[in-house]
């Protein structure tokens, strides 16, 4: 397969499952405290506002997806800043042993990046996340990259690092005839609008929070964009519209659903996949990993994407 880079947040997941009722109770003393399926991102947290962690394990939105598209076959290069404790946690390592490259991701003085992922009962997820490291990606580290990026197939881009450097690099690619194809998760939401207008974001994946965050914007952009809608039909909106309907599983942990969907498309359309195969492989992995606690705990192989396929119907 070709090559994909991911450039984006790494973070550690502070994993908390709790009940309707906790939830309920931390959004009437928190006013953004998200909702289903919202990540939002706060620099200081109340030192009181939550007991440890059940569970700690690798996560960020940046990081998830260079996963995925590894486990999705592709040659991925991961591009993003970990803290001095990056060691500690075991970071670059985790992603080694999945077949990302992590020789280009910088050390900052910012601990690493963490997010506090509230799992409910349901397996719906909201995620609260802290930059910390993510926060030192600038305009000098993503222009030591450029070659890397350039070369690529294919560019995974998410909204957890600092906007104003994507869109330096946005410009310039935009200028590029030799440029990756574009994918742009709008996760978190905030902030995301300058984006959208950029020539060189091909591909936009919205989940259902994010769509309607952005509608009065969405006109400024021009490419295909990709609806995620947990269990709902994937929504495609192209020169030909479609929908993809995932396959029903149990589901126990919806986190990083987004993230495999997003990885698995860009290592398929690096391959030079159709859109409608790339859709429906990538919803199918997101789909099967929500079968497993965490956001990459779950993430499937290619090969297991096909055997589940080969197996059952899925309804375009």
């Given at each position: 397969m070709g090559d994909v880079v991911s450039l984006g947040s790494i973070n550690v997941d502070k994993i908390h499952h709790v009940s309707d009722a906790e939830i309920t109770d931390l959004r009437d003393q928190y006013g953004w405290f998200p909702d289903r399926g919202q990540t939002v991102q706060i620099r200081d947290l109340p030192t009181d506002f939550v007991a440890d962690p059940g569970s700690i394990r690798q996560g960020g939105k940046?990081?998830?997806?260079?996963?995925?598209?590894?486990?999705?076959?592709?040659?991925?290069?991961?591009?993003?800043?970990?803290?001095?404790?990056?060691?500690?946690?075991?970071?670059?390592?985790?992603?080694?042993?999945?077949?990302?490259?992590?020789t280009r991701i910088g050390t900052a003085s910012e601990p690493t990046g963490t997010a506090h992922v509230f799992v409910g009962q349901k397996g719906d997820n909201r995620i609260i996340v802290r930059p910390g490291a993510n926060s030192a990606i600038d305009s000098a580290y993503i222009r030591e990259q450029y070659d890397t990026i350039r070369s690529a197939e294919c560019l995974l881009l998410q909204n957890e690092i600092p906007i104003e450097p994507v869109v330096a690099l946005l410009s310039e690619l935009a200028a590029d005839e030799d440029r990756p194809t574009v994918v742009l998760d709008p996760a978190p939401a905030d902030g995301i609008e300058e984006l959208l207008g950029c020539d060189a974001v091909d591909y936009l994946t919205?989940?259902?929070?994010?769509?309607?965050?952005?509608?009065?914007?969405?006109?400024?952009?021009?490419?295909?964009?990709?609806?995620?809608?947990?269990?709902?039909?994937?929504?495609?909106?192209?020169?030909?519209?479609?929908?993809?309907?995932?396959?029903?599983?149990?589901?126990?942990?919806?986190?990083?659903?987004?993230?495999?969907?997003?990885?698995?498309?860009?290592?398929?359309?690096?391959?030079?996949?159709?859109?409608?195969?790339?859709?429906?492989?990538?919803t199918i992995a997101g789909s099967l990993s929500t079968r497993e606690t965490g956001a990459r705990r779950g993430i499937p192989t290619l090969e297991d994407v096909r055997t589940y396929r080969a197996s059952e119907d899925v309804t375009r």
């Open positions: 940046g990081a998830n997806q260079a996963v995925a598209a590894a486990k999705a076959g592709a040659e991925t290069e991961m591009l993003g800043k970990v803290g001095p404790d990056g060691r500690e946690f075991g970071v670059r390592s985790r992603l080694t042993e999945v077949g990302v490259g992590v919205p989940n259902e929070n994010e769509y309607r965050a952005l509608q009065s914007s969405l006109g400024a952009f021009d490419g295909v964009l990709v609806r995620k809608r947990g269990a709902d039909d994937v929504i495609v909106e192209a020169e030909r519209r479609f929908t993809v309907t995932p396959p029903t599983v149990k589901a126990i942990d919806t986190t990083g659903a987004g993230d495999v969907l997003n990885g698995f498309l860009a290592a398929q359309l690096a391959a030079g996949a159709s859109l409608q195969e790339a859709i429906e492989i990538g």
